[in-house]
């Protein structure tokens, strides 16, 4: 028999709360936004999702702990990727018919958010943002911030047409239609996520907004803004409009996604592979491996799934075609230099190529190869794998093959540690450019993607350039002076993003090496005969 589906509650609010490090006081500190935010509902009203954004102080074991003691839900991932992507997952697995977004560090005074829900409601808003600018508002925070704020939403005014004087307050309530609609579309991970959901929601009709009073006391607590951020939040603000103006990205994400689905009842799901992999997962259904559910969860050796791995898998499964959902596989923060190294490597543009997004959260799509240990499946498709034989790493080709849809999503990940540089890595390296090598060969060259083209490009230019220097020509020296800058900047990423000198020093060498190694590869697999 086929285990009972779950019943999706349905709370009036569900309060997201992001959390990177939050220290000893964690565990209390999310019980006072939860009493803060229920105000006069009744419990069952509300639901509270934190979310850690790879902490690494014992936030996350501290939260999966009291679950049992506190009404809470609990998603955690062992890598830091920004409160903007902490918040998106945040919001995706929320159920409630709004959504409140509140810092773990009570900077901000949670009581405010009963008035927000009560003025939303009662106005039919999209959102109900807090506002430092507000009249009513109660700031004590420092001068510089002040008119760093003032100068910027200046900025956002003129790019974005937000009528709107505080856009980065982190305190807002929003509509199931907002979430539905706006949040499935959001790119920013770190710095400018509030502006992004602003302006998005703007840009799709989803803009009846009102700026309600806030209580802040600034203690430092949260991150600085020092003028790195600064700089950084710039640029993303940049990304944000060209995006939204010139390339009109998340029209087109839109119209390729459509509005979130929510489901009356969750699926059952067997989980398979790493024992530890349930006990992390927010998810209400998990069976045995042994139960006869429709889906499978398979968690490859060695890997910690994000606490919405299934969640955020699921709802794909709604289309009958699709047969398998993956997500991308990140590197643990705490593994060694020459495994952060190779990390940064996959993870690169140059270094990763067509593995890129294997490793690297991209955007929604259907992918027909993507090599991953760890994969959510339907059963009837994995069983007719494993009759066929088929390696886990190969599942996603072989469904393809036989006509079968596999979503790419990157709003969950798996974590595990990567071979290390050099000798492990470019091994593997090799094998997989030997498959894709064979697979070019075998569809005559109908299964090379742009990505796969693209990386060949950097080391095409740098053979050339050092070809025609070798044959006295000038022309050879610009072409690897730019292989070279490229090289550099890529490694220099890779220390800013691992925050290691030591990775991006590791980073260089390895990407010329991995993209030797895959030409060489590559070229092995053409030559192959079946």
Known sequence: MRPPASVVPRPLLSVVVP?????????????VIRRAAAGDLQPEDVEVVVVSDGSLDGTAERLLAARSDVDMRVIHYDRNLGKGYAVKLGALAAHGEWVALVDADLDLDPAAIPGFLEVARREGLDLAIGSKRHPDSVVD????????????????????????????????????????????????????????LLAVANAVGRGRVRELPVRLEYRFSGSGVGSRAVARALVDTAAVFYRLR??????????????ATRPDELPAVAVLGEPESASLLDYPSLEPASAGTELLAIAGPGTRPAGN??????????????AAVVVPTMAPADASTRERAAAAVLESRLGGGSRRSTYFPGNVRVTSDYPTSSVVVRRTDWEAAQEADVPVDRLVAWLAGRGRLTVYTPDSMVVSTPAPLFGPHLRKTVRHACARGAAARATHGRSVSAASTLSLVPPACAVAGLSLAAAGSRAGAPLVGVYAALVGGSA???????????????????????????????????????
């Open 141 to 196: 925070y420092p001068r510089s911030r002040r008119v760093m704020s003032w100068g910027y939403q200046q900025l956002n005014r003129v790019l974005f047409g937000l009528h709107v004087r505080d856009t980065q307050v982190g305190l807002k309530v929003f509509s199931r239609a907002v979430a539905d609609e706006v949040v499935p579309l959001l790119l920013v991970k770190r710095f400018v996520f509030d502006l992004e």
């Open 246 to 259: 010139i390339l009109r990205t998340y029209q087109r994400k839109r119209r390729l996604v459509g509005p």
């Open 19 to 31: 959390v990177y490090n939050g220290g000893d006081r964690i565990v209390e500190n999310v019980e």
């Open 492 to 530: 220099a990423l890779a220390a800013v993003r691992f925050r290691s000198l030591r990775v991006g020093l590791l980073a260089a060498p390895g990407l010329v090496a991995t993209q030797g190694a895959y030409v060489a590869g590559l070229a092995r697999g053409l030559a192959r005969r079946s």
């Open 309 to 322: 791995w299934v969640s955020a898998a699921v709802p794909y499964f709604a289309r009958p075609e699709v």
